[in-house]
Structures are given as C-alpha cells and as structure tokens.
C-alpha cells in the first residue's frame, strides 16, 4: 500500500504534520547539504524532548540543542566551534546536564541505522572498539549500547548494536518529484540509511521536477515515493551549508555562526535574528539579501558540470513492429487471434 | 636562497610522504587533505584518495572543508555510502589513514572525545567520528597532532593504538596484525613507534626545534632515537605546491578565519549593505 499523490506542502505543515513532541527524530544528512529549513521551522514551531540521532553534528544539531529541543543526542561528532575557547551549543548541555548522550563510531552509528532499514533486529559491527570507552563508558542505553554474542558459526564473539527506527527522519536532497522520490548525489554518506530506516520521512528539496527526470535517472532516487510523507521545495534550503550542483558553502556566513556559538548570549541574539526571526527560508533569504547583499549569494551559485547521461533505453518499447506484427511470430494481431480461432484455442 | 615556509606548511609537506605510490589512502578533514592533493600530484600520482563520506578515487582542486567535500573536485570515480568506506576498510583494502589527535598516549592511544569527566566534560572534543573504526583496521595510521596534548592517562579512550604496549594490540585479537598506528606529527617534530615495546620515542625534529622543546610538552621520560635526525627542509616546489593550492592553509585556520571575515564585511560596507 502507498499513498503516492501529490505530497507537496510547506516546511510549516509537513512539521506540523509529522513531527511530535517526543519523537526520534534522524537528522537524514551528513556533513554536507544539511536540512536547515527543516530545522529552523521544528525550531520556530518549538518542538521538543526529542531524541536526535545525527551522524556527524555540524550547525545543524548546535541550532536544535541551542533552542533547547534536544533531551537526547545519539552522534559521533560534535561541532567544536572555538578551538579550545568555546565548544558550542552541545558542549553546554552537558555542562548543565540537560542533555543526555551517546557515542558510537561512524561506522557503529551507521549500522544502527542499515540494521533497520533492512529490518534486522541487531547488526554485527566492528570490534575494534571493544578496547575503547566508547564500549565501556554508557549512557542513557545503558547495556544495550552494545551487546557480545558468541558468532554460531565461527565461535568468535561478536559486537553488536540494536537496529534503530526513528520515528521521523528529515533530509535534505537535490530533487524530487511531487510523489516524493528523493534524488540525492554527492557524498552519500549515510543519507539513504537514516531515510530508509524511519517511519515517517520529510524531504525538503532544491528542486522539484516531473516525475519523468526520475523516470530517466532512476540512480539518482535514493528514497522511493511509496516510503515518503512530505515533499518540501525550498531553494536555499541548505544554506549556509552547500548542496552539490547548486552552491558552495557560505563560509562567511557559517563562520559567523561558529563565532556567535561560542557563547550562550551570542548565539541566541543569532538564533533570534536568523530563525525565530525569519518566517520561512524566503524571509530568511530576503533578510540575508537586505544585509550582505545578493551578490554574495550569486558568488555561490555552483557552475554546470553534468553526469555523463547513462543510456536507460532498450532496442524496442512495444511488442509490435512498425508495420505491426508481433516482433518474434511475424503476424499482426488479427492474424494471431485468426491462427488462435483456428486451432480452437478460443472459448466462447 | 630558497623560500620561507610556514610551520603549516612544513606539516603538510612531511605528512605528504608518508604516503606512497599506488597506496589507497584515507583522509581526515583539515591538513590530511591538503598533504594527500600534495602526495597526489608529486609523489604518488596512482595513490587512490578517499573519504568515508563515499567519495572515492578524487583529486582535489581547492582545499577541502570537510570529509564529505565533494565541491572540491571535478567529479570522482566512485560514489558509496558511509558504511561500504568502512566495510572496505574492515576487509583490509585501506594502506593508510590519516588522523588528528586530542590526547594521544605513550602508546599511541587517542582521545578525541573530552576533557574531564565523560558525563560532565571539562570540554566536549568532537568525539570519534571515524577514527576508532579507521585505526582498528587501516594497515597504518599516521597521526597528527596540532592542538593537542601528550598525557599519562586518557581523560577518555576514544582509539586504540599499542593499547598497554609491547604485543598487547596483536594479542588483543581485535584488530589486524601489524596494524596500528605509525608515526606522529606535531608542530615540534616526528615521533614513531619502536617495534617492539610499541612505545612512541623522538624520531625527527624540525628545524629551530631542540630536543628539551619537545620534551617540555611530554609528562613521562622521552625516548629519542639514537639517530635523531631534523626533518627534511620543504622543496621550493612543494611549498609552491601548496601556497598555489591552498593558501588558507599555508596561512592557519585563524588567521585565516579573520581575514575572510574582515574582507566579507568590506565588501558588504562597499555595497552600503552592513
């Protein structure tokens, strides 16, 4: 079953529809392309006690702790804005133990999620960090951070990690079409992991085009329509960080942020001028313009360097010739239910 | 008379040479990327880049921001996930990886995680991103050390290097024989492992550097190598490499961060916008 219909909306309806107070919430991007609209807009509608699953922290999960949305954080990296002055909007909440947290490694975080998105209960992961804290020191998942098991068929013992499914994931890709399917390339990271492994999945976009451009680059999908809740199109939904074939990181921009996340009064006078401020990314995107001008937006905007098209066509797309006959018997359609008529093939 | 070169630069440059030809490389964000572009086009010209973001096979045109950097380049030759970089790494086809350092130990172990107590940190460092994975299995790691700090003890263990010393990794039966990691660079000189106590001692020292320098940042006894030697002085053509390549290296992160800054702000003010 699927309701693949037109799934367009704006950010403020698809979080208002799918994201609750108290959800796992997966934020789907990695490093790169991250969904900030998204976030601005749970920030701006003031949910809150989620569980955060982020594979690597960059502004995007400094903006949720800052405005205080986030009990607990699952990651592997976090942000680091000062060097060794000031560490960020993470780095504060544990301070003041309002925030609980565990750590994994990327590749253990990772199979957290490819263990659910493929349904397992469990995954085996690398053992290596078996003679690290990152076993031994627990957080809020206490034992069932990590669990050994004897391999039945090696003997071996074996690490383990639970399969995760948030109850909604958000992302950020290039493309989609109204149906939902998500196009995305660049750095894969574990992008289609935290979609696939969700029950609900918001995906806002650059762009939304016809269904017929998936249609002819199908490589491109990595989340199907049928799995999709909301699509959002919001240009600049990424900004200040880049979306390959768009633009390039704002580093301007995001250093002003790293600055401003230094403290705890800097970065709200930030979050109150660019998020709660700011009623959608148009708005944010005009303010933006009013301050620094558009110009140094446009120095951002990403040159044209295309995939080399990959060939999805096939020698014939019917079963009948031009002049119509059947391509592998040689007769039209007639002449088959003619031959079929006369062999008494045909009931009445 | 050849030319100046920053500390930067000298780091980046000695880091380039631990990588050899036809070697497949991982590299972690900051002066990695930029020594691996050196390496790629000096030194190892058939070396296969690549980042656990998925990005494989790339050769950098501008410095990289990120280890999921794929505007850096022109394309690159293979796009996976996150999780086949590292069962790739597991299975043994990775020759080197590159890692920064917070506190490492007499025995190579790393903490990137805190400062003080893990539940109620003194400072909250990144944490383990990739490196507990990467030096687990890559067949070396070469690891850098710029901000960082040498300690008796881990405030947390974040990556396993010679864990207690002498055969203790091998015995462990966690990680890939003779793995672990190599050598360490920081802004003072080069230290590797002694292959059988595993522990790390003084193997090279930069220019303008003594021994005492190095010793005043080490809590325990330093080892020196008999055959201390200074590390080689940059190649006009390395250090032009990289001053044309990435000149917000050559020049450091914060001064960098303040002259971009300030050069925004002109611009804006010259457009009567801020």
Not at chain 1, 22 to 39: A, P, Q, R, S
Not at chain 2, 118 to 146: C, E, M, N, Q, W
Request: aromatic share 10%; with cysteine; proline share 4%.
């Amino acid at each position: 079953m699927n309701d693949n219909t037109n799934k367009v909306m704006s950010a403020r309806e698809a979080v208002r529809r799918f994201i609750q107070d108290g959800d796992e919430l997966i934020i789907g991007n990695y490093t790169v392309g991250t969904c900030t609209e998204l976030i601005y807009e749970i920030c701006r509608q003031n949910k809150k006690n989620f569980t955060l699953y982020s594979q690597s922290g960059i502004l995007d999960v400094d903006i949720m702790v800052n405005a205080g949305c986030v009990d607990r954080l699952v990651t592997t990296y976090v942000m680091r804005s000062g060097g060794k002055a000031g560490g960020g909007a993470v780095e504060r909440a544990l301070q003041a133990g309002t925030i609980e947290m565990e750590d994994y490694t990327n590749f253990n975080y990772n199979a957290r999620l490819v263990a659910g998105m493929h349904g397992m209960t469990f995954i085996q992961v690398l053992e290596g960090v078996m003679a690290t804290d990152l076993f031994r020191k627990r957080g809020f998942m206490g034992e069932d951070k990590y669990r050994v098991i004897k391999c039945p068929y090696t003997g071996k013992e074996i690490l383990t990690v639970p399969a995760v499914n948030p109850d909604v994931c958000i992302v950020h890709v290039q493309r989609a079409d109204k149906y939902g399917n998500a196009q995305y390339w660049g750095a894969l990271g574990s992008v289609a992991a935290a979609a696939l492994c969700s029950k609900r999945i918001i995906v806002s976009c650059e762009e939304i085009v016809e269904h017929d451009v998936v249609r002819q680059s199908p490589h491109f999908t990595i989340i199907p329509a049928f799995r999709v809740n909301a699509v959002v199109e919001v240009p600049w939904g990424a900004h200040p960080t880049e979306v390959l074939g768009h633009y390039n990181r704002d580093q301007f921009f995001y250093g002003m942020f790293t600055k401003a996340n230094t403290r705890a009064d800097t970065v709200k006078a930030w979050m109150d001028e660019w998020v709660y401020g700011c009623s959608d990314r148009e708005a944010y995107i005009d303010r933006y313009a009013a301050r620094f001008g558009m110009g140094m937006l446009d120095r951002l905007r990403a040159r044209s360097f295309y995939s080399a098209p990959a060939n999805y066509g096939a020698a014939f797309t019917s079963a009948w010739d031009e002049s119509g006959r059947e391509r592998s018997m040689g007769l039209t359609l007639e002449e088959i239910e003619q031959r079929l008529a006369e062999k008494g093939m045909l009931y009445e | 008379m050849s030319k100046g070169y920053t500390l930067n630069e000298l780091l980046i440059i000695t880091c380039a040479k631990e990588i050899k030809d036809y070697q497949n490389v991982i590299l972690g964000v900051g002066l990695p990327t930029t020594a691996g572009a050196l390496a790629k086009a000096l030194f190892a010209p058939h070396a296969t880049l690549m980042m656990e973001s998925g990005i494989i096979d790339f050769e950098p045109l501008v410095p990289l921001n990120h280890i999921a950097d794929a505007h850096s380049c022109r394309g690159f030759s293979y796009a996976t996930d996150l999780f086949t970089a590292f069962t790739m790494t597991y299975r043994g086809f990775v020759d080197v990886c590159f890692l920064g350092v917070g506190q490492i130990d007499k025995f190579g172990n790393l903490n990137t995680t805190c400062i003080g107590d893990y539940y109620h940190p003194t400072l909250r460092l990144p944490g383990s991103g990739g490196a507990a994975d990467f030096i687990a299995y890559a067949k070396k790691t070469v690891l850098t050390l710029r901000g960082g700090q040498f300690v008796e003890k881990l405030d947390y263990f974040t990556s396993a290097g010679y864990l207690e010393g002498g055969d203790s990794r091998d015995q462990s039966g966690l990680f890939p024989k003779g793995s672990g990691p190599s050598m360490l660079l920081t802004t003072k000189g080069v230290f590797r492992f002694h292959p059988e106590t595993r522990e790390m001692y003084l193997a090279q020292i930069h220019p303008g550097v003594t021994v005492d320098d190095v010793r005043k940042d080490v809590p325990w006894d330093l080892k020196v190598s008999p055959d201390l030697t200074q590390t080689d002085r940059p190649t006009d053509e390395e250090i032009e490499f990289v001053r044309r390549f990435a000149p917000t290296e050559s020049v450091g992160r914060s001064l960098r961060t303040e002259l971009a800054i300030e050069n925004a702000l002109n611009r804006a003010k010259r457009r009567g916008k801020a």
